[in-house]
């Protein structure tokens, strides 16, 4: 890790957890995939939160709430959000993309088959710009679009002014020029 502060944007790394613990030890091969694309980011200047690594592989044994606290404050100061999901998302993994959703974080979603996942995961589109990567998260090429789109997601929200991105905020904070008088 070095020493200076990343420059690019903030993005919060989602994957699966506790299905790749077996006797209290996270599975390499898994655990390789995840160290791939938090080293790839970080490498392309990404400030990267990973629960993972926050919880040391598990070993760490942080309590729910502090687990819960530590992923929402990082998935809201997230620019982007980059999900491995593998088959099918975790618990853990479905939550965070719920919440981005929520929020309209801009989102990328790492699968083998984005027809397998659920309609709501297929949907997130209509919400959030959404870019999919299909393939092996082993595989360098795939790690190598992933990381690249949630940098240009992150970089892009990041410089975007937020609260005016709604096509609805006139009609939210019921804006009437022709009613302003001096």
């Known amino acids: ?30 655990k390789a995939e995840i160290l ?12 990267v939160f990973s629960s993972h690594l926050n919880e040391q592989w598990g070993t760490a044994g942080l309590p729910p709430e502090d687990c819960m606290r ?3 404050r990082a998935l809201h100061a997230a620019d982007s959000l980059c999900a491995l999901l593998g088959d099918q998302p975790s618990a853990g993994v479905a939550f965070e993309l719920g919440y981005a959703a929520s929020v309209r974080r801009p989102t990328v979603l790492v699968t ?8 709501m995961i297929r949907g997130m589109g209509t ?13 360098r090429a795939v790690v190598e679009k ?16 937020r609260f005016w ?5 006139g009609r939210a904070l019921k804006f009437r020029s022709s009613e302003v008088t001096g």
Do not use: N, W
């Open 127 to 139: 919400l959030l710009e959404l870019e999919v990567v299909e393939g092996d998260p082993g595989s």
């Open 112 to 119: 083998s088959s984005f027809r397998s996942q659920s309609s």
């Open 70 to 72: 530590d992923d929402l």
């Open 36 to 47: 791939g694309f938090h080293t790839r980011l970080t490498e392309l200047g990404a400030s």
């Open 1 to 30: 890790m070095s020493s200076h502060l990343a420059t690019g944007p903030k993005v919060f790394l989602a994957a699966t957890f506790g299905a790749h613990v077996r006797d209290g030890v996270f599975l390499p091969e898994r």
């Open 165 to 169: 991105e709604s096509p609805e905020v």
């Open 146 to 161: 992933a990381c690249a789109a949630a940098i240009d997601l992150g970089t892009k929200y990041r410089s975007s002014d």
